[in-house]
């Protein structure tokens, strides 16, 4: 599932674009939607819907910027929303 999701952050984007965030919505497993019945199940084939959010890598790096210079240092970024969840 991580190798996956990784792929999928990964997308082309246009030029000014970055991911910001990566929401896993749902999978299918083989041709089997939903969780898998049994731990051991295999398949051939992981199918992963998701919801990618981005933002401008310009307004991104002027903000990580301006905190540094505050002498504070950036961690990460998220979406202010799941931020506050």
């Given amino acids: 599932m991580n190798r996956v999701k ?6 082309q984007l246009q030029e000014d674009r970055m991911v910001l965030q990566l929401f896993p919505q749902d999978f299918v497993v083989g041709r089997s939607p939903g969780p898998p ?4 199940m ?3 084939r992981l199918e992963l819907n998701v919801h990618l959010l ?3 890598a310009r307004e ?3 903000l990580v910027g301006a905190v540094n210079q505050a002498h504070l240092v950036v961690e990460e970024t998220v979406f202010e929303a ?3 969840w």
Avoid: P
């Fill in 6 to 11: 990784e792929r999928a952050a990964r997308v």
């Fill in 37 to 40: 019945r049994s731990g051991k």
């Fill in 42 to 44: 295999t398949a051939a």
């Fill in 54 to 56: 981005t933002a401008s």
């Fill in 60 to 62: 991104h790096d002027a």
């Fill in 82 to 84: 799941q931020a506050a």
